[in-house]
């Protein structure tokens, strides 16, 4: 940092004349680094002004507003500086740093030129005062336009439809027009940026440098007027899908000094969903978003490298594939993308093992240079601490990035890895305050206690490594710390601590931990301690308050779990949603979903509830079986074969779906009768004779419903109700479901009934609305029908029902659906197009990218994609392990609880819609309950090829 005294510089012995300049002395602080502005004064000397890239926009505004302002104007003309010119000069990159001013591609896709044709015609023929010649720096250039101005115009014409929405938006729609070649910068030095910058069309820059230099001839047509009037919203639609990913890019192209926070922000979302990189720390991610840039090739056959070669980068495949070569074996292998390759030559600094030749047009690229790679990793084990007992490792910490970290935090280490009981120890020393409350209410403004997630991610995640009884064994000893040689306030402590993360454990995760009988008992005996240390010494208040409001939770839910003792349910042979026992099929046992009743929570299933269903034999006899939900398969097997007459030899269960699938379960699971898919049903059979088994006739069938008209019931009725039961069954899934169905149920002996029924009411939705259109034999009703469930979904991606809305485009989206072109021809375009906007949000490339977008800026509450979800949390496991040489990888750990996290935080609020006008509410009630279905894809496109044939 300097500071610039304008009326006088030391160094120079420079004071201004008095009779022409009058400074006022202004104290500046300016930033060293590119050449900003320049000025002369009358003694012949020239003023530098250095300043970073980002602050260029500020020094503008400082001298613009300063008194300086006409003499510096003055004179900059007397001298003939164009300080536009020193302002705006871009650094040029560096051979091997991408260009964010250039194209990815060398000819453009067929849907971008029509693209900005379209646009170009809106432009000439609705604002032609846009286009015009330009001069600067003494050069002419025509037919251009300005950023700031195409940025208006194009806000203009599309916030009217909802489709553009922001500055920023837009700025993206023209980047990747940009980076198609469409437009262009009129020197090709700048990306598309929202300032006085000139840019035009290709086709206008072309024309400037043929031989004709007649502007009529690219000028629209009448036919091409009519087009984009007719097209306009359309291809704004779909420049609006792409603007996301060409900001991305953009960003990415960017050299690292030029990053802001905020662009790193971004990077580092968007690398914790790349397969290649998830065995990596997060902080390596953050590092690596610094670094990490953008690679295109537009041609296949290109080579990236040949055998041989030194390794310099290593590259991510985003888009497109390549094939692997090596000499005398030819193509040995092709990568696709989310592959990576090239990393291992830099690792042992060799060269490289084969020759990488892209496979197709247009392939995109994340590449990391070897200089980066190694300085990164070079700086994490600096970061890293590791504290060892006996020689081995216990506790393996990283030193937090100041860029990365609360301010006002005072945890400076992050856990990677560790054993179970130092990371519990390290967890209450170093997150939990020994000190009474008070004191630790007021420290926790000012230290950031509330910001570090090591805590709870310790809460969500502790059974995959220290179940609850090794736990509560572990807090039993620090607990009870017997020496000598401890003073008392060292005791007092330990026990304040265990009683903050009692409290907090119980109050994050309820019924898992109270499941539990031992932890009962170790509640019990911990509150009788404090409570006797407070009684008798006067301490430990705080903790007894504590731990009344835990024993309040303990006693609410034994009360809760009476109430619901010997709760039964059934699965209906119809294949009928799971419902309680003596109650319709139409009901889940719910109170009112229009508020948050005590009724609703009896809808959980716990694995002491009983469940009715049957078994199977290969010749379609069955028995019935009534039992726990906990009860393991080898159980069931055993019970099954006596009521049939089987012996027990090689005998196994599985599932028969109506496809024909066979899912074998194994001896350990638990709950499997509400695992069944829709049409699912339950068979004991020899291993050995899997074959002859078949599918029961009603299998194929709808699933029985109710017999009422889809037509009767306002869409806006249907959409509520939907969401308020998919509400009750969300809010009956505990966060540990995810972890028991990702590491696999049979490990914990745990049930995971309730995310069971809340997938099977996604599987429902989807395959009703295919089921419903493809069982509509009139091609009118079957368009109205489509219009309907569009309807349907709007309203519940306006309910912020996420799941049931992908579940109902998806089904929209169907094969058996999709193929019915007559139906669709006859639909109206404006459903057409929203639609295209629907299957647009739900598209999963780049990981499901414009979904996450769209949920990041939602509030609580909301029923997030549950498969999504469950995604990530695989995507999380299978890519990192447990154990790190011995130790728990606490970085999986962070990862899982984030995902987790995003569950919580989806239900943090409850769910307070206002009721529609309620005309057939009962009817709309029972109906949404029990939709009729067919999950056999072979079925549905035999009634969509019956009722619509292909046509010849």
């Known amino acids: 940092m300097v500071e610039l005294d304008l009326g006088k510089i030391s160094g120079n012995s420079l004071t201004p004349q008095p009779n022409r300049f009058r400074f006022k002395k202004e104290r500046y602080e300016?930033?060293?680094?590119?050449?900003?502005?320049?000025?002369?004064?009358?003694?012949?000397?020239?003023?530098?002004?250095?300043?970073?890239?980002?602050?260029?926009?500020?020094?503008?505004?400082?001298?613009?507003?300063?008194?300086?302002?006409?003499?510096?104007?003055?004179?900059?003309?007397r001298n003939h500086l164009n300080l536009k010119s020193i302002q705006d000069k871009p650094k040029k990159p560096l051979p091997d740093e991408p260009n964010p001013s250039l194209p990815i591609t060398t000819v453009p896709s067929p849907?971008?030129?029509?693209?900005?044709?379209?646009?170009?015609?809106?432009?000439?023929?609705?604002?032609?005062?846009?286009?015009?010649?330009?001069?600067?720096?003494?050069?002419?250039?025509?037919?251009?336009?300005?950023?700031?101005?195409?940025?208006?115009?194009?806000?203009?014409?599309?916030?009217?439809?909802g489709i553009v929405k922001s500055r920023h938006q837009a700025t993206g729609m023209w980047q990747s027009l940009l980076e198609e070649s469409v437009i262009q910068h009129v020197t090709q030095e700048y990306p598309f940026r929202d300032k006085y910058i000139f840019y035009r069309f290709t086709i206008d820059a072309e024309s400037e440098h043929s031989s004709s230099r007649n502007w009529s001839r690219g000028l629209p047509s009448p036919d091409d007027e009519r087009e984009a009037d007719t097209k306009c919203s359309e291809i704004l639609g779909n420049l609006a899908q792409r603007a996301p990913d060409a900001i991305m890019r953009l960003i990415l192209r960017k050299p690292s000094y030029e990053r802001t926070t905020d662009d790193l922000e971004m990077i580092y979302e968007e690398l914790l969903h790349i397969k290649a990189l998830a065995h990596l720390s997060n902080s390596v991610k953050r590092e690596l978003a610094g670094v990490i840039v953008f690679e295109a090739h537009p041609?296949?056959?290109?080579?990236?490298?040949?055998?041989?070669?030194?390794?310099?980068?290593?590259?991510?495949?985003?888009?497109?594939?390549?094939?692997?070569?090596?000499?005398?074996?030819?193509?040995?292998?092709?990568?696709?993308?989310g592959d990576d390759f090239g990393k291992l030559a830099l690792v042992n600094d060799a060269p490289r093992a084969a020759t990488i030749v892209l496979r197709e047009d247009n392939c995109h690229f994340l590449r990391v240079d070897k200089e980066d790679f190694n300085r990164i990793l070079r700086d994490v084990e600096a970061n890293t601490v590791r504290l060892k007992e006996h020689g081995q490792d216990v506790l393996v910490l990283e030193k937090i990035s100041a860029s990365n970290t609360n301010p006002f935090s005072h945890f400076k280490y992050s856990v990677m890895a560790g054993s179970p009981g130092k990371m519990l120890e390290h967890l209450l020393e170093t997150r939990l305050d020994g000190r009474d409350k008070s004191s630790y209410e007021s420290d926790k403004k000012t230290t950031g206690v509330g910001e570090d997630l090591f805590l709870d991610n310790f809460l969500f995640t502790h059974i995959t490594f220290m179940p609850i009884h090794q736990l509560l064994s572990e807090l039993t000893r620090h607990c009870r710390i017997e020496s000598s040689c401890q003073d008392r306030e060292f005791l007092l402590a330990c026990k304040r601590r265990v009683v903050q993360f009692v409290h907090r454990w119980v109050t994050t995760i309820g019924d898992p931990v109270l499941d539990e009988q031992v932890t009962h008992s170790f509640l019990q005996e911990l509150f009788d301690e404090v409570q006797k240390e407070s009684n008798t010494f006067g301490t430990l208040r705080d903790e007894v308050n504590l731990m009344l409001q835990v024993m309040d939770m303990r006693r609410a839910y034994v009360e809760e779990k009476a109430a619901t003792q010997g709760q039964k349910w059934k699965l209906p042979p119809s294949g009928q949603p799971i419902s309680l026992f003596g109650a319709p099929s139409t009901t889940l046992g719910v109170g009112d979903e229009n508020n948050e009743s005590p009724l609703d929570r009896r809808c959980i299933m716990r694995p002491s509830d009983d469940i009715i269903f049957r078994v199977y034999c290969a010749d379609h006899t069955y028995c019935t079986l009534r039992f726990p939900l906990s009860t393991t398969v080898e159980t069931l097997k055993h019970v099954a074969a006596d009521k049939l007459g089987l012996k027990h030899d090689d005998l196994i269960l599985v599932e028969l779906k109506s496809s024909g699938e066979k899912i074998v379960f194994k001896d350990g699971d638990v709950s499997i009768p509400t695992s069944l898919s829709l049409n699912g049903r339950i068979f004991i059979s020899l291993k050995d004779h899997l074959d002859a088994l078949t599918c029961l006739p009603e299998q194929e069938r709808p699933t029985e419903g109710t017999d009422s008209d889809l037509e009767m019931f306002s869409t806006r009725e249907l959409a509520f109700h939907m969401t308020m039961l998919d509400w009750s069954l969300f809010k009956c899934v505990h966060e540990y479901e995810l972890i028991y169905n990702?590491?696999?149920?049979?490990?914990?002996?745990?049930?995971?009934?309730?995310?069971?029924?809340?997938?099977?009411?996604?599987?429902?939705?989807q395959y009703w609305v295919a089921t419903e259109i493809c069982l509509t034999t009139n091609m009118s009703k079957r368009v109205t029908l489509i219009r309907k469930f569009l309807k349907l979904a709007a309203y519940c991606k306006e309910y912020q029902n996420i799941n049931a809305f992908f579940a109902i485009v998806m089904g929209l989206g169907n094969v058996a659906v999709s193929r019915m072109s007559q139906t669709w021809e006859r639909l109206p375009s404006k459903s057409r197009k929203i639609f295209a906007e629907f299957e647009a949000l739900i598209d999963p490339s780049r990981n499901h990218r414009p979904y996450r977008m769209a949920v990041n800026k939602m509030a609580p509450p909301l029923i997030p994609f549950m498969p999504l979800i469950l995604k990530d949390?695989?995507?999380?496991?299978?890519?990192?392990?447990?154990?790190?040489?011995?130790?728990?990888?606490?970085?999986?750990?962070?990862?899982?609880?984030?995902?987790?996290?995003?569950?919580?935080?989806?239900?943090?609020?409850?769910?307070?819609?206002?009721?529609?006008?309620?005309?057939?509410?009962?009817?709309?009630?029972?109906?949404?309950?029990c939709l009729r279905c067919i999950d056999s894809q072979r079925v549905l496109n035999q009634l969509s090829q019956k009722y619509e044939p292909k046509r010849l």
């Not at 490298?305 to 590259?315: P, T």
């Not at 049979?746 to 939705?765: G, P, Q």
């Not at 609020?909 to 949404?928: F, K, W």
């Open 30 to 77: 300016i930033r060293m680094g590119y050449l900003s502005h320049a000025f002369r004064s009358d003694a012949s000397k020239t003023f530098l002004i250095f300043t970073l890239q980002k602050n260029k926009e500020m020094m503008e505004d400082l001298l613009g507003h300063s008194k300086l302002k006409s003499t510096l104007e003055s004179q900059r003309t």
């Open 111 to 161: 849907e971008m030129s029509r693209a900005g044709r379209i646009l170009r015609t809106l432009i000439l023929t609705r604002s032609p005062g846009l286009v015009r010649d330009r001069r600067q720096q003494s050069r002419t250039y025509r037919r251009c336009l300005v950023g700031a101005e195409m940025v208006d115009w194009l806000l203009a014409i599309g916030s009217a439809s």
């Open 299 to 337: 041609a296949s056959g290109t080579v990236l490298f040949h055998q041989g070669d030194e390794g310099k980068s290593w590259f991510i495949i985003l888009k497109g594939s390549v094939n692997v070569v090596i000499r005398g074996k030819g193509t040995v292998t092709s990568l696709y993308e």
């Open 742 to 765: 990702t590491f696999g149920r049979h490990h914990f002996r745990k049930i995971t009934s309730n995310l069971d029924v809340f997938l099977r009411r996604f599987n429902e939705i």
């Open 873 to 929: 949390m695989t995507f999380t496991h299978e890519g990192n392990k447990t154990y790190v040489d011995g130790l728990v990888n606490f970085e999986k750990m962070h990862m899982l609880a984030q995902t987790i996290r995003t569950m919580k935080h989806a239900r943090s609020r409850p769910m307070a819609l206002p009721p529609p006008t309620p005309r057939n509410e009962v009817e709309v009630r029972t109906y949404i309950r």
